[in-house]
């Protein structure tokens, strides 16, 4: 949301004062990730959802020491679908993390070379502010993901990695539930 408000603010902005406003499009990347990150928190399943994946038979008598597992076995068909619905999904919003990160950071050093010059200079500087703006903010995906695989155990950390990066084939192959 973040994204949506400041790419506004800063298209506003520019329509007063156009001498960077080139710049400005190399923005777009980061509006379409703002579409995509709600795309997917939308397809993210809630507790009820995976506690409705849970099978139990009406009537049966579960002893405690298998609670576990049947909420593991819901929480990964809840994964699973999850996973069908948003890998794609995913993929691109990586890429495109990717691509905006390298526009701003060519933004960034466009914005504070014409800091030099006299022409513009409320333009040059804000160009230079958003960029660094959005730097900051498709950065912070990339250590969000890094943050949860120091986080996660040794035998899922890489896998929960590639599954925050949209690559769930690997977590596929390497979770398997314990019996």
Avoid: Q
């Avoid at 980061?30 to 506690?51: C, D, Q």
């Avoid at 230079?128 to 703006?133: E, G, N, Q, S």
Wanted: aromatic share 16%; hydrophobic share 55%.
């Amino acid at each position: 949301m973040a994204e949506f408000i400041s790419f506004f603010f800063g298209f506003f902005t520019f329509t007063a004062d156009a001498s960077h406003a080139a710049y400005f499009w190399m923005f777009i990347p980061h509006m379409l990730r703002a579409v995509l990150s709600l795309l997917i928190i939308k397809k993210i399943p809630t507790i009820n959802e995976m506690v409705g994946n849970i099978t139990i038979n009406p009537g049966e008598k579960i002893p405690f020491n298998k609670i576990g597992k049947l909420a593991a076995t819901g929480a990964k068909e809840s994964f699973d679908l999850f996973a069908g619905n948003v890998s794609k999904l995913l993929l691109v919003y990586t890429i495109l993390t990717v691509i905006a990160l390298t526009l701003d950071i060519m933004v960034l050093f466009i914005g504070a070379a014409d800091m030099n010059s006299d022409a513009g200079a409320v333009g040059s500087v804000f160009i230079t502010l958003m960029a660094f703006y959005y730097f900051l903010v498709a950065f912070y995906y990339f250590s969000w993901a890094f943050s949860v695989k120091m986080r996660m155990p040794d035998s899922v950390s890489s896998a929960a990695l590639f599954c925050l990066l949209g690559l769930f084939k690997k977590m596929d192959t390497t979770v398997e539930l314990n019996d």
